[in-house]
């Protein structure tokens, strides 16, 4: 093969290749064409952004349509990207989904604030069915939503019945450290009080990935005064609620840090399983502010972090020998758990993992896993090229 056949070789594979991005500059508009020159090459189905909060929402929003034309580019904000090479803040990522291995299809789900839950399953059933199959191919649905409006759980109550049996996975868009707005990308336009429901078809092998660092101790609390829609919890055991969560953890009220909800966070147990409850500050009352839903009469068990590290590399090492090696982990990891490694010094270490194991992704607000809305995990989906790739039937890996 000459050397001009073997560069259209090439330009024709990387047409249908899941590829990513990342641009680091700081304006919007050189942000985007920087991006849209790296996944220029692929014919791309739709194309999925992770942008720094950073960057002003109008001209971002019109750059990716000028750049992108009439390629759909979906996405959010963020509290950090996940980058090809590993975590970085301040970016625009993105990946573009390959069209001859990819089919799409998003709707917004705006007013996210007033949500029902029987106008959801209506929603989901319909979109669905709109949807339809591809045969031999299979499905999953990506949910992106608002992370303030605290409406998740009301979100996975409606869709986990009404995609069934297609999985759901996704986050909840961030806004750095600040905690004040968050946007999705729909069409041109950043949305916030709004959530963006994406489904994907796909001959690619795929896997769910769900996984945390903490394990159950001896240590017991029930709720017994809450807030569930501000998601305050003002006593614990009857007593003031950061001063009990202080007792069960060994410190006092003045030494609770994001360290210690971090490493010492409040775990549920549900359906045999443990999932993370993580709060986010003490309030003035001594209540406390969690970032998932609580309710009254709920079993709080006080969790023990494990080191991230080391158990980082060992769901990749497990996830490789069962599967191979993925071609992209689009991740949805908690910002509590970069917030950890940065505590801990373990931000490189945990950073250089991600990028060795082709994560793309960013850090959230929150995950959603099926039905559950769960803090300080990590979630995500790992993609294998198909095995036959003259054939179109793809396998969804368990």
């Known amino acids: 093969m000459n050397v001009l056949s073997r560069l259209w070789t090439i330009a024709a594979e990387r047409r249908n290749e899941l590829v990513s991005g990342v641009s680091r500059k700081t304006n919007a508009v050189e942000a985007v064409e920087d991006l849209a020159a790296q996944l220029?090459?692929?014919?791309a189905a739709v194309v999925l952004i992770f942008a720094s909060p950073h960057f002003d929402k109008d001209?971002?929003?019109?750059?990716?349509?000028?750049?992108?034309?009439a390629t759909p580019v979906i996405?959010?904000?963020?509290?950090?990207?996940?980058?090809?090479?590993?975590?970085?803040?301040?970016?625009?990522?993105?990946?573009?989904?390959?069209?001859?291995?990819?089919?799409?299809?998003?709707?917004?789900?705006?007013?996210?604030?007033?949500?029902?839950?029987?106008?959801?399953?209506?929603?989901?059933?319909?979109?669905?069915?709109?949807?339809?199959?591809?045969?031999?191919?299979?499905s999953l649905?990506?949910?992106?939503?608002?992370?303030?409006?605290?409406?998740?759980?009301?979100?996975l109550s409606a869709m986990e019945p009404g995609l069934a049996p297609i999985p759901i996975l996704g986050g909840s868009a961030g806004d750095g450290l600040d905690f004040k707005q968050t946007f999705v990308l729909h069409e041109g336009k950043f949305h916030s009080?709004?959530?963006?429901?994406?489904?994907?078809?796909?001959?690619?092998?795929?896997?769910?990935?769900?996984?945390?660092?903490?394990?159950?101790?001896e240590q017991r609390m029930v709720?017994?005064?809450?807030?569930?829609?501000?998601?305050?919890?003002?006593?614990?055991?009857?007593?003031?609620?950061?001063?009990?969560?202080?007792?069960?953890?060994?410190?006092?009220?003045?030494e609770l840090s994001p360290f210690v909800f971090a490493t010492r966070p409040t775990l549920v147990r549900v359906g045999g399983k443990y999932h993370?409850?993580?709060?986010?500050?003490?309030?003035?009352?001594?209540?406390?502010?969690?970032?998932?839903?609580?309710?009254?009469?709920?079993?709080?068990?006080?969790?023990?972090?494990?080191?991230?590290?080391?158990?980082l590399d060992r769901e990749f090492t497990g996830l490789k020998a069962k599967h191979g090696q993925p071609t992209l982990v689009l991740g949805f990891d908690c910002m509590l758990r970069r917030l950890e490694s940065e505590l801990l010094k373990k931000y490189n270490a945990v950073s250089e993992l991600l990028r060795q194991n082709r994560v793309i992704g960013f850090s959230t607000y929150g995950e959603q896993y099926h039905g559950m809305h769960v803090n300080q995990t990590f979630v995500g989906v790992a993609f294998f090229d198909p095995e036959n790739e003259e054939e179109t039937g793809g396998e969804r890996e368990k």
Request: hydrophobic share 40%; charged share 25%; glycine share 8%.
């Open 40 to 43: 220029k090459d692929v014919d």
């Open 59 to 69: 001209k971002l929003a019109d750059a990716l349509t000028q750049n992108f034309g």
């Open 75 to 138: 996405g959010c904000t963020t509290a950090g990207e996940i980058t090809p090479l590993g975590y970085e803040t301040g970016t625009l990522t993105g990946v573009a989904f390959p069209r001859l291995h990819f089919r799409f299809s998003s709707r917004l789900i705006t007013n996210l604030s007033r949500f029902s839950i029987d106008d959801g399953l209506r929603f989901c059933r319909e979109f669905v069915s709109d949807f339809g199959e591809t045969p031999g191919w299979n």
């Open 141 to 155: 649905a990506i949910l992106l939503t608002d992370g303030m409006c605290r409406q998740e759980e009301a979100l």
């Open 193 to 217: 009080d709004a959530a963006l429901l994406t489904l994907l078809a796909t001959n690619f092998r795929f896997t769910e990935l769900r996984f945390d660092h903490f394990l159950p101790t």
């Open 223 to 254: 709720v017994t005064d809450a807030d569930p829609g501000r998601r305050l919890v003002r006593e614990i055991n009857a007593e003031p609620a950061a001063v009990e969560y202080a007792r069960a953890v060994g410190c006092s009220v003045d």
């Open 276 to 311: 993370v409850r993580a709060i986010q500050k003490v309030e003035p009352d001594d209540g406390l502010s969690f970032l998932c839903a609580i309710d009254e009469g709920l079993v709080m068990t006080v969790g023990q972090a494990q080191d991230i590290v080391a158990h």
